[in-house]
Every structure is written in structure tokens, then in C-alpha cells.
């Protein structure tokens, strides 16, 4: 009884929120979307005529990472695998050819046909277009970049990281699909002296996220790969009834207008003032282990620890700088969606919160980036983000470019997404990856982007930035270090305050 009676209030309170939406979206929202859809249809219908290169159109968060311009991408993802002992391009193309470039799924499809597509612009609208002159051997190569993202013969990390930011931003040629792998076939890690191979990966992150990439791995190289699933409220995150759907529908014009409110509220550091500017600070090998001794100590999650790390970074790389750091941070986090469909996608949405970033004590800001996280992620405004992404891709594409641009000249001021590292050995062709590294590179504004990977259970953290975030380049350059700082102080805590 007392359940017909729940039920019964809960068709009565969808009724009082439902229809006041369902008058305004009948006279206002509906006409506009219907010029939409025609719009669109007349696009596509030109597209099947005119257009037969063409393929579809760029929908969802993939539209988010357009840019003005296919050879200039704003967002770049750029990995690199250290490998003990020598593997050629020459290898890694005939692995491409047999594992990867022609696997199909349960329904015949190929899993990774946009390897052999681009993107471009038709009448307003993003498109996949596919590639009719498409080589391999165009885009897996001996690295072969010359001037300021040149290489000596003999490549050492510290040499690497010095282009290593230039390299995330170089631009893409024309008509040619925006990924490729590079073989640097004699490179010393920092403190070896034996040879090793370093492969590149860099793509477009219109093309895929970072978990595209672990998945091509398994099949190029055939190995595991194996980490930990995403554990960030996955029950919220994944809407399953309809009075689930229909609550989260509901609620997207109040979670996106405080989506954007948190947003445009302004940066507390600086931005992006050129892409000569930039510089890319990667951390030494960090085991998974001492960051979990950090979160079992303190009832926290694995994530906070590592946000907490990066705001007490920035603190006191403000502080070093002759600033005094403000009490909250505007950080946006991206959040790994559970169920990746593979191949080739963007399976991810993102969250954004104001984050502690001054705080009395280490342990302070810990716990309450620990309250803020968890009461950010068990709200409907990160799945509101996708649904919003998918209805907004109505809309053609240049439009959404400059509404996008608009908003991220006010914020956020950084973006972290913690991509874990795998759990076991993993091999290139019979040979061990030592070290993996990466940088995701963003070009809107946005001053600070912190991303990492990793392997063996061991994670490398890339602050790809602007080196007057700070206002003084000296204190910027050094984040990486002073993210280890602060990892070493919660550390110490698991002794002397827990």
C-alpha cells in the first residue's frame, strides 16, 4: 500500500514540474527546435547529393572538441610508451594492418573505421568525412618532425620534455585523418643508459577519448591492459528507469544553468595567453600504492587525494609567485563513463566544482575536497551534461563553436582528468612497456589541464599549462614538483595526525 501511495506522490510531482515545462517547450522551445530539424534535414539532404564524401554527422560530446579550424585542433591527446628493446614502425604498420584496421564487431561493422576518416565543415554542421587516399604509412612513422619539434638521434627524456607541449599542439594536415604514431627508435629514459624505443600517439580527442586508446593497445599488441573500472557513482551517472530519465530531462535547464554559472564565475588563475607559451610538466612514477595509503587513511577517495594534491599545488605555486591564494578554485573534472562501447568514442561527461584551494592544513583541504567531490558527483549534472551535449548537437556546429568560445574565456581555471594506470605488465610485440607518459592539450583559454596515465601500477600526472597561470614562469614550471610536495606531506599524515 505504502508503495502505491509513493508512487502516486511521485506521478503527482512529476505532473506539477512536467507541466509548466511542457506548456513553455510547446510555445516557445518547440517552434525553434522544428526549424532545427528541417534545417538539418535540408543539410543532410544536400550532403547525399553533393557531398558523397561525407559520412555523418559529428553529434554529442564529440562535437564539443571541434575547433575552427581541422588542421589547428584545440584538444589534442598525446601518449607516449617507453618500450625496452627496439620495435620499428615498420612492426607497428603491419600490427595496424593484421589486428586493428580491419576488426569488425558482432554486427560485420569495422570497430575502427574513423582511423580512415577526417572531419570538416558543410554548411555550418561538423561531418565525418571519409579519407579516399588513405595510407598507413601516413600516419605510422619514424619520428620525422623537424625545426622546434626536431629530435636528436639519440633522444633523452629530459630532451623530449622540452618539445613534449609543442609536439600536443603541432597542427594536422589537411584532409588527412588527425592521428598518427611515431617511432623514436633510440631513446634513454631518465637514469638508464640502456637503449630503448619510444612510440607517440597523438590524436585529435574529436576522434576518441583516452580509454579508445587503452582498447586499441589491447588489439595492437595484443595485452591486457587490465585497470580499475570507473567507481566515481556509477548508479548516478547511468540513468536506468524511465522516472529516472524523465527526472534527469526535467532537470537539465536548472543543472546546466549551474553548470555554466560555475563556470563563468570568472578564473582565479590565469589562462591561456598563447600556445608559444605553453609548457608541459610531467611527475616522476608515483605507485598507485602510496596514493591508496593516502585514501585508506583518511576514508577518501582515490580521486580526492589526487585533486587535493594538485589544488595544494597550485596554492603554493601562488604563494611562490607573491600571491596569496584564494579560499576556492573552479575545477573541472572529467568523469570516465561506465559501459565504453570501444573502438573509436568519446565515453566520458564532466563535472565542474569550486574546490579548496587555500586551506589551514594539508588534511583540511583534503576532507573537504573529499565533501565537495562527493556532493558534486552524487548530484544529476554530470548525466545532464550528456544529454544536454546530444540535444545541443542540433544546433549547427559553428554556432556551438562560438557559444563554447565565449564561455571558456571566463573558466574554468583547470581541468584534471585522473586516468588510472594498468594493473599488470604490459608488452609491445614480447617487449615491456617501462613507462608510459601523456599531455592532453587544450587551447580555449583554459590555462591548466592535469591528465595522467601510467602502467605497471605506477601513474605519471602532466600539467600541460600556460607559464603565466602563476604570474611568474618560475613557479609554474615547477608544479609537477610541487604536486609530489603535497603528496608527501598527505603522506606523512598517515603517521602523525590520522
Known amino acids: 500500500m505504502f ?18 515545462l511542457f506548456i513553455i517547450s510547446v510555445v516557445f522551445i518547440t517552434p525553434v527546435l522544428c526549424v532545427l530539424l528541417l ?15 561525407l559520412h555523418s554527422f559529428i553529434t554529442g560530446l564529440n562535437a564539443n572538441f571541434t575547433s575552427d579550424y581541422p588542421e589547428r585542433a584545440n584538444y589534442n591527446i598525446i601518449v607516449g610508451v617507453v618500450v625496452a628493446g627496439t620495435i620499428s614502425s615498420e612492426r607497428t604498420r603491419q600490427l595496424f594492418q593484421e589486428r586493428v584496421l580491419y576488426l569488425r564487431n558482432e554486427k560485420g ?32 612513422r619514424d619520428y620525422d618532425y623537424a625545426g622546434d619539434l626536431s629530435l636528436p638521434e639519440k633522444c633523452t ?37 640502456e637503449r630503448h624505443t ?31 573500472k570507473p567507481t566515481h557513482n556509477q548508479k548516478e551517472r547511468t540513468v536506468v528507469s524511465i522516472w529516472e530519465r524523465l527526472k534527469l530531462v526535467l532537470a537539465i535547464p536548472y543543472n546546466m544553468a549551474e553548470f555554466f554559472r560555475s563556470v563563468t564565475r570568472g578564473r582565479v588563475i590565469g589562462g591561456l595567453t598563447s600556445r608559444e607559451n605553453t609548457h608541459c610538466s610531467i611527475s616522476s612514477k608515483i605507485h598507485v600504492d602510496d596514493i591508496k595509503s593516502i585514501k585508506n587513511a ?9 585533486y587535493s594534491a594538485v589544488l595544494g599545488a597550485v596554492a603554493q605555486g601562488l604563494k611562490n609567485a607573491g600571491r596569496d591564494p584564494q579560499a576556492k578554485l573552479d575545477l573541472a573534472y572529467v568523469l570516465l563513463l561506465p559501459n565504453h562501447p570501444g573502438g573509436w568514442s568519446c565515453h566520458t561527461t564532466v563535472g565542474v566544482a569550486d574546490m579548496p584551494c587555500y586551506s589551514k592544513s594539508a588534511k583540511e583541504r583534503l576532507h573537504e575536497t573529499q565533501r565537495i567531490l562527493m556532493n558534486s558527483l552524487s548530484s544529476s549534472r554530470p548525466a545532464s551534461v550528456i544529454y544536454f551535449a546530444r540535444i545541443i548537437s542540433l544546433i549547427p556546429t559553428r554556432i556551438i563553436r562560438k557559444i563554447s568560445k565565449f564561455i571558456k574565456t571566463f573558466g574554468p581555471s583547470c581541468i584534471i582528468t585522473n586516468f588510472p594506470p594498468t594493473l599488470s605488465k604490459e608488452y609491445v610485440d614480447g617487449l615491456e612497456m617501462v613507462d608510459v607518459f601523456v599531455a592532453l592539450s587544450v587551447h580555449e583559454s583554459i590555462g591548466l589541464v592535469v591528465s595522467s596515465v601510467g602502467v605497471s601500477g605506477e601513474q605519471r600526472f602532466a600539467f600541460f599549462l600556460d607559464k603565466s597561470i602563476f604570474g611568474d614562469d618560475t613557479s609554474a614550471l615547477k608544479i609537477a614538483e610541487l604536486f609530489e610536495q603535497e603528496l608527501e606531506t598527505l603522506r606523512a599524515l598517515n603517521d602523525t595526525e590520522v
Open 3 to 20: 508503495e502505491i501511495l509513493l508512487k502516486a506522490g511521485n506521478f503527482l510531482l512529476l505532473l506539477v514540474l512536467f507541466l509548466p
Open 39 to 53: 534545417y538539418r534535414l535540408v543539410v543532410w539532404l544536400m550532403v547525399r547529393i553533393f557531398r558523397r564524401d
Open 109 to 140: 561493422q569495422l570497430v575502427y573505421q574513423r582511423l580512415q576518416q577526417s572531419w570538416t565543415y558543410f554548411m555550418g554542421y561538423a561531418f565525418w568525412r571519409n579519407d579516399p587516399l588513405f595510407e598507413l604509412s601516413n600516419h605510422i
Open 157 to 193: 627524456e629530459q630532451v623530449l620534455t622540452q618539445v613534449w607541449s609543442k609536439l600536443a599542439t603541432a597542427p594536422w594536415k589537411s584532409l588527412q585523418s588527425p592521428w598518427e604514431v611515431l617511432t623514436v627508435p633510440e631513446y634513454y629514459p631518465s637514469g638508464k643508459t
Open 198 to 228: 619510444l612510440i607517440i600517439f597523438r590524436v585529435n580527442h574529436i576522434h576518441c577519448d583516452a580509454y579508445s586508446i587503452v582498447t586499441l593497445f589491447r588489439h595492437l599488441y595484443n595485452t591486457p591492459m587490465e585497470m580499475p
Open 298 to 306: 583518511h576514508n577518501v577517495g582515490y580521486s580526492t587525494v589526487v
